[in-house]
């Protein structure tokens, strides 16, 4: 890694404020020749972390942009070498211009995420630490924003750790039975022991279930709009979203297809689903479509079950209501108040989470069906940056949480010490996967595949 990277940090496009970013062994000599100080001093003899006043030269030494200027000392930056950024006027012409200057004074074109890649080879982040970087920009609500900042600065590891050393404790102690077989030390601390495995599955098993709440902050909760044709799905979807975006006619099968976007009700985010119209028929297309609509509802956390309040409830209703009653949370929406109800709410509430009359049309009803759905996710809380938010955590964890349930259980049935050494060591095996302290370099090529250039 001694060679020097460079890239513009921030999004394409005209903005008020364009960053350049520089990170390697010959960052100061680039500098040197890319950017002239006001006060007359080279860039290689300022003070760090501070920004500095000056003039971006394009690689023919002409002036390109008054701009600012701030250098990091290696082991105190991001990526934990020497590094720089340039701040400029946000121009594409003169960011490109700065950046061919780097590449003609001895940088190279920085590949995606290797600014971050070198903060976690140099140690300045751990895995987990990186994917929260990649979080953090990705966040699409506050609450997501909280737990991707809590975890980039380390609030999981910290988590993780605590858990890796309570096992570590217990592999020393076995480790001295093992290498000690005279001395009475399995009876001393054998109840101590089993405190310490049992606190660390506890803890493992609260890490492996906040899995599916992460998913949710960080993705979404998968919500389906159910119901058979003509009952207002789309007309609902397009009330919660503020705009038409779905197609409305009186047409019955008018959907043909999954209609898909996202809405954030304060700190939840709900990745809508508009479905076609559950009903039996003879056209292809319109079946495929129900095919559809059946797979988005198998798939979904919550069901939104949209009925006709102005007719009678009929089979194909019956239908869709068991067809969403199977989500974790289902709510009846009987819509078309404005048209009069002739459907008796009472009835439908033993059958789902909640009961809610409104019109699409009007909109009224809207704001308390929102409400609803806000009230009904909000006491699924977890503290920001104690969350596992991807596949591969998760897995290794899981794996981690398996190792400590047979090393618990091998010592309760008496196994002999080796046993328990060898699945505490599967425990912190997966663990330092986890954390990145052991993982493969595919892997490790994988995961930062999915950054920007520039971060």
Do not use: W
């Amino acid at each position: 890694m001694s060679d020097t990277i460079a890239a513009i940090a921030t999004a394409r496009g005209p903005s008020a404020i364009g960053i350049l970013r520089l990170s390697g062994d010959s960052t100061c000599s680039v500098l040197d020749r890319v950017f002239r100080p006001m006060n007359g001093r080279p860039m290689s003899s300022q003070p760090y972390r501070t920004m500095v006043l000056g003039s971006l030269l394009d690689r023919d030494g002409q002036l390109l942009d008054n701009a600012l200027c701030v250098l990091f000392g290696a082991g105190s930056s991001y990526t934990g070498e020497i590094s720089a950024e340039i701040h400029t006027h946000g121009s594409p012409v003169v960011l490109d211009a700065g950046l061919s200057a780097m590449f003609a004074a001895g940088a190279r074109q920085a590949t995606g995420g290797e600014f971050t890649r070198r903060a976690f080879l140099n140690g300045r982040l751990d895995l987990m630490q990186a994917e929260a970087v990649v979080d953090l920009i990705d966040a699409e609500t506050v609450e997501a924003a909280h737990h991707a900042a809590a975890q980039l600065s380390g609030t999981l590891s910290r988590a993780v750790e605590t858990v890796y050393q309570d096992i570590l404790s217990v592999m020393s102690r076995f480790y001295a039975v093992v290498d000690y077989p005279d001395e009475d030390i399995a009876d001393l601390e054998r109840g101590e022991l089993r405190d310490t495995l049992r606190r660390s599955r506890l803890q493992l098993e609260e890490l492996v279930a906040s899995f599916s709440r992460g998913q949710i902050v960080k993705n979404g909760l998968p919500t389906v709009l159910l119901g058979k044709p003509n009952v207002g799905k789309s007309s609902l979807l397009n009330a919660l979203l503020g705009y038409e975006r779905a197609i409305v006619t009186d047409i019955a099968g008018t959907t043909r297809d999954t209609v898909e976007e996202k809405l954030a009700l304060g700190n939840i985010l709900l990745r809508l689903m508009d479905t076609a119209g559950l009903r039996n028929s003879e056209d292809t297309v319109e079946m495929l479509g129900v095919a559809r609509s059946r797979a988005a509802a198998g798939n979904a956390s919550l069901a939104l079950l949209v009925l006709d309040g102005s007719r009678p409830l009929d089979a194909e209703d019956e239908e869709a209501m068991l067809l969403a009653t199977a989500a974790s949370n289902a709510i009846a929406v009987v819509n078309k108040s404005d048209l009069g109800c002739c459907i008796d709410l009472a009835a439908l509430q033993p059958r789902f989470t909640a009961v809610l009359s409104l019109s699409a049309r009007d909109g009224s009803g809207i704001k308390e069906l929102c409400n609803t759905i806000e009230k009904l996710y909000a006491h699924e809380h977890t503290a920001a940056g104690e969350m596992l938010t991807n596949a591969r955590q998760v897995n290794a964890a899981s794996r981690a949480l398996q190792a400590v349930e047979a090393a618990e259980e091998s010592l309760f049935s008496g196994m002999t010490p080796d046993v328990v050494l060898t699945e505490c060591e599967h425990s912190l095996e997966a663990l330092n996967e986890l954390t990145g302290n052991h993982v493969r370099d595919d892997l490790v090529e994988t995961i930062f595949s999915r950054f920007c250039v520039g971060k």
